[in-house]
């Protein structure tokens, strides 16, 4: 089993539409979780940090379930511009170093 | 502006024939790190330095050499380059969190 799993898409949604996502991570000793977004042929970046309460930010929002160990990223009234490839991240210790990345679930918004 | 620099962009090279792609960041990280994706395989870590003359395998070492002499720089080795390393490569650095800045990509093809 992958250390961490995500279904790799492509999600095709209309504009205006809610996505979600989810990411399954196989080590319960995870500690931090993040969201990337990749555009095409670019490097991927940050979109935001999944707490344990979850958290929101704007038409995002983050969410982690311990229990059954995955995160999910909801995106609401999906724009153009969300059309990428999203990245889940999994740290296992306390630094950086063992930082784990998902395959990636494209999204593709359309008109 | 804070970024992490990677050169070069694009290199079509033969095997065998040794190459180095440069990372440079001015952010003043002490973590540095650099990834190869593919496609279906995602982002794997090939190597990463917590610091100054400190570097440790990733996931898919085998085949490079890294070194960190500066703070700013993480310069990646090939050595002696095969096809089976034609890839994307990123170098991020970070602060130590789980944010990692990532330079543009540099895109190797290996003939």
């Known amino acids: 089993r992958k250390e961490v799993e995500q279904d790799p898409g492509p999600f095709n949604v209309p504009e205006g539409a809610t996505v979600a996502f989810n990411c399954t991570y196989s080590?319960?000793?995870?500690?931090?979780f993040f969201w990337y977004r990749q555009d095409c042929r670019k490097e991927p970046k940050l979109l935001m940090s999944?707490?344990?309460s979850g958290n929101e930010d704007g038409r995002f929002t983050a969410q982690l379930n311990r229990a059954s160990q995955y995160i999910s990223l909801l995106i609401r009234d999906s724009k153009l511009s969300d059309s990428a490839t999203y990245l889940c991240?999994?740290?296992?210790?306390?630094?950086?170093?063992?930082?784990?990345f998902g395959t990636g679930t494209r999204l593709q918004v359309t008109l | 502006e804070a970024q992490v620099t990677q050169n070069p962009r694009y290199l079509i090279t033969v095997t065998g024939k040794k190459l180095t792609v440069t990372c440079s960041q001015n952010?003043?990280?002490?973590?540095m790190s650099w990834y190869r994706q593919d496609p279906g395989l995602g982002l794997r870590q090939i190597y990463y330095?917590?610091?100054?003359?400190?570097?440790d395998k990733g996931d898919v070492p085998e085949g490079y050499k890294v070194s960190r002499k500066e703070k700013r720089n993480f310069p990646l080795i090939l050595e002696s380059p095969s096809p089976n390393q034609t890839s994307l490569y990123f170098c991020?650095?970070?602060?130590?969190?789980?944010?990692?800045?990532f330079g543009e990509g540099s895109r190797l093809t290996v003939l």
């Open positions: 991020a650095s970070s602060k130590g969190t789980g944010e990692l800045f």
């Open positions: 080590n319960s000793a995870s500690q931090s």
């Open positions: 999944v707490y344990s």
């Open positions: 991240v999994v740290i296992n210790t306390g630094t950086a170093s063992k930082l784990t």
């Open positions: 952010m003043n990280h002490e973590y």
């Open positions: 330095s917590m610091n100054v003359e400190v570097t």
